[in-house]
């Protein structure tokens, strides 16, 4: 069957120190990856788009790296701040189908001042 | 980013009445938009995709006429949930497609919606 997975414990960090967040999945063929930031009672917040044939992306403080052969993306957040903490997603979206996304659970991050 | 502005944010309603939530990109077109629904620590679920100008898709186990779609133009869909009863009190929350933008979903804030 096909799984999206993330850590279900909440990652606590301290300021300052870099997040390492992980999705792995199981019997997906994604052409793109994509992380989102979720904030309680708040809809998901587009961050980062990686594509299949790219290695590595970054934005300012956040770096997604995609390995299709282990079939994993990591997902960092550089010097972490307090603002940081929230639910990230990722979603995985295959070509074609209007490009539907299938999302995992989450994994939170709180960052400690 | 594109802005997806969804409305309204919680409704509070009664079982057996109709809530119609709206869902509009404000600074593109959409010709996609989804609907999901969340529980708490969930997943986003996909319900339905919705096409300007035909009829949406539903996965799997969605009900179409309790949940009616209507993607009437290019900027504003809707869902419709009718008869509502308890059991559909849930975190709703719709997306639009914008295919300039290398097709990157932009989710509008959700609607919470509670049935008593």
């Known amino acids: 069957s096909q799984k999206i997975e993330q850590n279900s414990e909440a990652l606590n960090i301290q300021e300052g120190k870099t997040a390492t967040l992980t999705c792995n999945y199981t019997?997906?063929?994604?052409?793109?990856l994509q992380w989102y930031r979720q904030d309680p009672g708040r809809g998901p917040v587009f961050l980062l788009l990686?594509?299949?044939?790219?290695k590595e992306k970054r934005k300012e403080r956040l770096k997604v790296t995609f390995d299709t052969t282990l079939k994993q993306s990591l997902f960092h957040i550089t010097a972490s701040q307090p603002a940081d903490s929230a639910t990230y997603l990722c979603?995985?979206?295959?070509?074609?189908?209007?490009?539907?996304?299938?999302f995992g659970k989450g994994n939170q991050v709180v960052v400690i001042p | 980013g594109a802005v997806v502005s969804q409305h309204p944010s919680r409704v509070i309603c009664k079982s057996g009445t109709s809530v119609k939530i709206e869902c509009r990109s404000l600074?593109?077109?959409?010709?996609?938009m989804f609907w999901y629904r969340q529980f708490p620590k969930k997943s986003l679920m996909l319900m339905a995709t919705?096409?300007?100008?035909?009829?949406?898709?539903?996965e799997q186990g969605v009900e179409k006429d309790k949940f009616l779609i209507n993607h009437a133009s290019l900027t504003l869909s809707t869902l419709t949930v009718t008869s509502a009863h308890p059991e559909d009190s849930s975190f709703y929350i719709c997306?639009?497609?914008?295919?300039?933008?290398?097709?990157?979903?932009?989710f509008g804030a959700g609607t919470r919606l509670s049935v008593l």
């Open positions: 997306s639009a497609r914008d295919l300039d933008r290398e097709n990157i979903q932009y």
């Open positions: 019997n997906y063929s994604p052409a793109y």
């Open positions: 990686i594509r299949e044939n790219e």
């Open positions: 979603a995985l979206g295959c070509a074609g189908g209007n490009n539907r996304l299938a």
């Open positions: 600074d593109f077109q959409a010709t996609t």
């Open positions: 919705s096409n300007e100008g035909s009829k949406a898709t539903y």
